[in-house]
């Protein structure tokens, strides 16, 4: 019984509650497991996109954009400087100015020197940072527009130094790109401007068409049509990477009976908002009033506007109390939440305990809202669990290493039987010859 299948019982009224002393290690781990989506009958409907993209270009990306957002393109793929400059009120612009700084400012301290050692006299090692030359970013526009995910993902592309910079994001009704998106992606850096979304999109970065470049490494959370596309595409002739497996939005929150009743509901559901796939968990320390917050979190779901949509996502969410913080920490470990907020007296002190997950909000005064948007860590994170062995995206998610070694004669001299001994152990003679005939010792 999964979390998302017990708690599909929850009453209207509130989220379920579960004790988690209650459960064997077995129970605790098939609880916290995100429910399975059935990719199978998606690849169905996404690789004959994928196909007709390969196949077509421009021309399949205007009749499948026609088909499922009922656009007519004139153009598909434009220069992002061939654009005319958004409008956008002064405040709008201000907020997103103050996001830009904040992000930049935090991804461009993750710039680091070379790596170099000398391992042994004469045996120089690097490890030396080079752009990723083109990257795809994926922008969402479904059931909301997402301007801060262009600042998240073009930000650090752009101070990685990579050369092209394509963000695609669905299209308005008349073909127009949000202005709020655009006005995010020219002053991040991006180069070009996709109008187009869904599985398309993606293809048509992957491959490239007429007036879209291919694009070699492909970023950026989307619906199931779109994460299917990624994982196809990284598996096809196209030679593409991806940031990471993505899946419904997700959040955890710790409490202690000292966090506000509100902040905690807010929390849960600035999560659930997203979509009726999200998952909201509350993991409650002794004394927290539960009842409290349910009735608090139904208050405030009914003042927001996509009430309806949040409720949905509410019905498989749900509160689990734990007797101890070392217990609440175990628990967290073991969902690996997307987001993790930790309103609790001394907040600071947990970190050691908390291993799991992609972002961490630490303290009653850290919503995880502020990384949403413009505290400066990056928002596209690992869901579904992956928190466990993926990270968030990051100035790195752009570049690749390459090592570098340099020897002198003398480096050689000293190395070199090491080498042709190893060498000849594994059979591979002109490995050893290698080695051997430089330093003179074979013929």
Not at 7 to 13: C, G, L, Q, R, Y
Not at 85 to 104: G, H, K, M, S, W
Not at 349 to 373: C, I, K, M, Q
Request: proline residues 7%.
């Amino acid at each position: 019984m999964s979390l998302a299948t017990a708690a599909a019982a929850a009453p209207a009224a509130g989220m379920k509650v579960y004790q988690a002393s209650e459960m064997t290690p077995a129970q605790l781990q098939e609880f916290t497991a995100r429910p399975r989506v059935d990719f199978t009958s998606i690849l169905s409907s996404v690789e004959p996109i994928v196909e007709d993209v390969k196949r077509r270009g421009d021309a399949a990306v205007k009749e499948l954009t026609a088909k499922f957002d009922r656009v007519q393109l004139q153009e598909t793929c434009t220069p992002i400087q061939e654009l005319p400059e958004p409008e956008l009120d002064a405040e709008t612009r201000q907020a997103f100015d103050v996001a830009y700084e904040n992000i930049r400012a935090f991804h461009r301290a993750q710039q680091s020197a070379p790596l170099e050692v000398e391992t042994m006299p004469g045996v120089r090692c690097r490890r030396v940072a080079r752009p990723i030359n083109a990257v795809g970013l994926y922008v969402p526009g479904g059931t909301a527009v997402l301007p801060s995910s262009a600042l998240m993902l073009a930000v650090p592309a752009a101070l990685a130094g990579c050369e092209t910079i394509v963000l695609a994001t669905p299209p308005r009704p008349d073909g127009s790109i949000t202005p709020e998106v655009l006005y995010c992606a020219r002053k991040a850096g991006a180069t070009h401007v996709l109008r187009a979304g869904g599985a398309q999109a993606v293809a048509a970065m992957a491959w490239g068409t007429q007036s879209c470049p291919k694009v070699d490494k492909i970023f950026g959370p989307g619906n199931q049509y779109v994460t299917a596309a990624k994982m196809l595409l990284q598996n096809s002739e196209a030679m593409i990477a991806i940031d990471m497996p993505a899946g419904p939005s997700e959040v955890l929150v710790i409490a202690d009976a000292g966090a506000n009743h509100t902040h905690v509901a807010l929390d849960l559901l600035s999560q659930a908002e997203h979509g009726p796939d999200s998952q909201a968990v509350l993991v409650a320390l002794p004394g927290v009033d539960v009842e409290a917050i349910q009735q608090e979190v139904e208050h405030q779901c009914s003042l927001l506007p996509r009430a309806e949509m949040t409720r949905r996502a509410l019905s498989h969410s749900c509160i689990v109390q734990v007797g101890s913080r070392e217990e609440a920490a175990q628990f967290s470990n073991r969902y690996a939440p997307e987001h993790l907020i930790v309103n609790v007296d001394d907040a600071e002190s947990w970190l050691p305990l908390l291993n799991n997950a992609g972002s961490v909000f630490l303290g009653r005064w850290t919503p995880e809202s502020v990384g949403d948007y413009a505290s400066g860590t990056n928002h596209v994170l690992p869901t579904y669990g992956y928190a466990r062995m993926y990270s968030g995206v990051s100035l790195e998610s752009f570049q690749k290493k390459m090592t570098v070694q340099s020897l002198t004669y003398e480096g050689l001299q000293l190395l070199g039987p090491t080498v042709a001994r190893m060498a000849a152990v594994e059979g591979l003679d002109a490995h050893k010859r290698a080695v051997t005939l430089r330093l003179g010792l074979g013929h």
